[in-house]
């Protein structure tokens, strides 16, 4: 046994895509402790394990990761080994700086198993590693992986099978078979009820208003009694009971309670991207009989006929200045507008339900663009004071332009310090200088870089407070231009994140900017 200190690093993350069985803890683990064991030198080495279980490899912003390279720099570690590069990072530069520059520096062995790379091997050069560094680069493997995911998505969306994470109310995934869905009977009958009271010619708010008088859980409440998992968080889901009319119309025209399984309603724009788009229906994947039917298929369309029946005819879309900023209090719905000569806003829920004790009354759409905007020239006078401050700390401040000067003098100055430990550390290895020689001036290297490494830290914070008083001076122009126009604008509501109405007394206006809300 040696004092030497063999790291293993771990990482499992959802960006691993389909990959996951080959990249569980377990393989990683059992794949790098069988590499040391048959490893002569590093099998008397100890070894330390470093885990990220669920950690994204785009940064170095790991638990784990953090810990393991803040031990290689104390000089308490000698030798890390991954399973293949991406496991240690997948941002090309972050990780070449650590395998070119770094590692060699401090005179770290790294190793990566499947991508058949020792640094001893290849004197802390990671021209061979191409094949390891291609696959992170510009995010090209998972690009490719996400291809080979699509095409499997369409093949088994062909099939019938159910893709989407959470079952529609009323099913529930197969314990017995993969991606199937079968009948809950508990919901389903809450399901068979829905129809039954439109097949009779009850419009979607009276259905809302029957069940929520009867006390039948929505689909959301019922996940959360029966424990299932919810998308979103748990804890915003109230335990009083509110169905709204398009929680009634989302169950009576899902197609799927006929059997016919409906996939490929919404695509990913691109790799990376998580704001899935819709797909006009005509592109859509549609399975018949892929599950046992809820309602038979005469009653389904027979359902549609109600509905239309009583669907509004689809007026233009007026433009409406406060459209979707506007919250009830209580239960949390947003307000709907009334058009009348003098128009308001009013809570709907309210007369669905009593449960929430809603706001009855009405707010006018005058008395709210008083208040608007009132709280936005508070933020004005507000701005206006965060710039005076702001001033008077700037000229305190010294130049700035030194200030830029210096950070490229000192970063230069890093990256040649680098370098030359680089080289140092070649020489080192060629046998051209005595480790005693070395190990000096690596010590000298490393005292100096971290020195300035902490002076540029120290200018970059400097040159940070430039960027926020530029920031203060636009946010007061802009408030100060919205204020003088003399009326609420869309663009002055377009500051504005959101307004919860308690009552006609109370309202909270929340802009997007700061964490400011007016009560
Ligand atoms: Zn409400």
Not at 34 to 62: C, H, M
Not at 360 to 369: A, C
Request: aromatic share 8%; charged share 30%; with cysteine.
């Amino acid at each position: 046994m040696t004092d030497e200190i063999t790291a293993l690093y771990i990482r499992l993350s959802d960006d691993d895509g389909g990959d996951n069985e080959s990249n569980s803890v377990m393989n990683q683990r059992d794949l790098l402790n069988g590499y040391v064991a048959g490893n002569p030198v590093l099998n008397k080495t100890r070894i330390k394990e470093f885990s990220d279980d669920g950690w994204s490899g785009t940064n170095f912003q790991r638990p784990a990761v953090t810990e393991m390279l803040d031990l290689v720099r104390e000089g308490g570690i000698q030798c890390i080994v991954v399973k293949d590069l991406s496991r240690f990072g997948r941002n090309y530069i972050e990780v070449s700086e650590y395998i070119d520059q770094i590692f060699p520096f401090l005179g770290v062995r790294f190793i990566s198993v499947n991508d058949g790379y020792d640094s001893r091997e290849h004197g802390g050069r990671t021209a061979p590693l191409n094949v390891g560094f291609n696959s992170i680069m510009h995010g090209v493997y998972s690009k490719e992986l996400s291809v080979k995911v699509k095409q499997s998505y369409v093949t088994k969306a062909k099939k019938g099978e159910f893709l989407c994470g959470v079952a529609p109310f009323g099913y529930r995934r197969s314990e017995t078979e993969r991606n199937k869905l079968e009948v809950d009977e508990d919901a389903a009958a809450t399901v068979h009820r829905i129809f039954s009271l439109a097949v009779d010619g009850h419009k979607t708010t009276e259905i809302a208003a029957i069940l929520n008088s009867e006390k039948i859980d929505t689909p959301l409440l019922y996940r959360k009694r029966k424990g299932l998992t919810l998308r979103g968080n748990t804890a915003t889901v109230r335990d009083a009971n509110l169905w709204l009319d398009n929680n009634v119309r989302r169950v009576l025209t899902d197609e799927r309670y006929t059997g016919i399984q409906v996939s490929g309603k919404t695509k990913k724009p691109c790799v990376g991207s998580n704001r899935p788009i819709s797909v006009p229906e005509s592109e859509w994947i549609k399975v018949p009989d892929a599950h046992e039917a809820i309602v038979p298929q005469e009653v389904f369309e027979q359902a549609q006929r109600v509905i239309r029946r009583f669907r509004m005819p689809k007026t233009e879309k007026r433009h409406v200045l406060f459209a979707g900023k506007l919250k009830c209090g209580h239960c949390g719905h947003a307000l709907d507008y009334c058009k009348t000569k003098n128009p308001y806003y009013v809570c709907y829920s309210g007369r669905l339900t009593d449960d929430y004790r809603c706001f009855t009354g009405r707010l006018y759409v005058s008395d709210l663009k008083e208040l608007v905007f009132s709280a936005v020239r508070t933020e004005a006078e507000k701005a206006k004071d965060a710039k005076r401050r702001s001033d008077r700390k700037a000229k305190a401040a010294r130049p700035l332009r030194e200030a830029a000067a210096e950070l490229k003098k000192f970063s230069l100055q890093a990256g040649q310090l680098r370098r030359q430990g680089f080289t140092l550390y070649e020489e080192f290895m060629d046998g051209r200088i005595e480790k005693d020689e070395y190990m000096a001036d690596k010590e000298k290297y490393t005292q100096e870089l971290s020195r300035t490494e902490t002076r540029i830290a120290e200018l970059n914070r400097i040159l940070d407070n430039k960027g926020d008083k530029k920031e203060t001076a636009e946010h007061l122009s802009l408030l100060t231009r919205l204020v003088d126009a003399g009326d609420v604008t869309e663009d002055m509501v377009s500051l504005i994140d959101r307004i919860v109405v308690y009552d006609e007394e109370h309202i909270e206006i929340c802009f997007t900017f700061g964490d400011a809300c007016n009560g």
